[in-house]
């Protein structure tokens, strides 16, 4: 009897079991259904949009990033760093961070977010803090700038989202997004420097960050050099992560040049 019970109560779970996964089956059917009718698309229009998007963000190769131009730091350089190198140098930069320093992070998410991360100055360019516009009206046009190089890409919305992620500063993964687009800005300025390419702080008069007050300021207290007046601004910004403060103070001692040159004889000879 408790046998017959058993099979029976087997063969009930069995048909039970049956009849929720083909339930959940055919709900989840009709959801992937849905969401492709959403998003489908004629092979034709996948790639024009795929070109499309390549070919406005990759325009970020020829946009000079601001800080360096004539109206700015006006480095001795024929070429200027563009803005498609920062983004790259952000990336590097953050794979270098998370390879030697537990960072405990989705760098792969970092990284999707670096690479896209100033694509809205395809259309606006790259606007600075001094450069007359405040922070809220700059993001206002950047996202809308960001909407319009995204285009009718299938992941349009989750790359937005990305991108606002990173402007909130909310997440573990963006505030690490956030200082490395600080820090290798402030990586470029050392180069620039031990380039011999920035020009003396006497040299400044067409400069509008060097009229700030608050660069004046640390002129006053001793800053000496271009990157003086960088270190001292962003020393800050990274009070609350002993990494990126060690990098800065790390860098601030170190001649980049002779390290690159060290680096590339061995490599070469």
Known sequence: MIENLLIVGGVVCGIIFCIVMTVLSTKNYIILKKSYKKT???QEKRLEDAMRFY??????????RSGWDETHWNVSKERLESIAEHVYGTCILAISIDSEFETYLNINKVIKMLAIHEIGEVVIGDITPFD????????????KAMKNVLGDLIKKDELYSLLLEFDNQKTKEAIFAHYCDKMEADI???????????HSLDEQENNIVFKSQRVQQMVKDGAKSVFDIWYEWDKTLYCDDETFANILD????????????????????
Do not use: P, R
């Open 40 to 42: 489908k698309k004629s």
């Open 55 to 64: 070919l406005l963000a990759t325009q970020l190769k020829y946009k000079i």
């Open 132 to 143: 007359n516009i405040t922070h809220e009206e700059k993001m206002k046009i950047e996202h």
């Open 188 to 198: 470029q300025a050392k180069v620039y420097q031990d380039m011999g390419c920035q």
């Open 250 to 269: 790390y860098l601030k001692e170190i001649n980049t040049q002779k390290i690159f040159n060290l680096t590339w004889n061995l490599l070469y000879h």
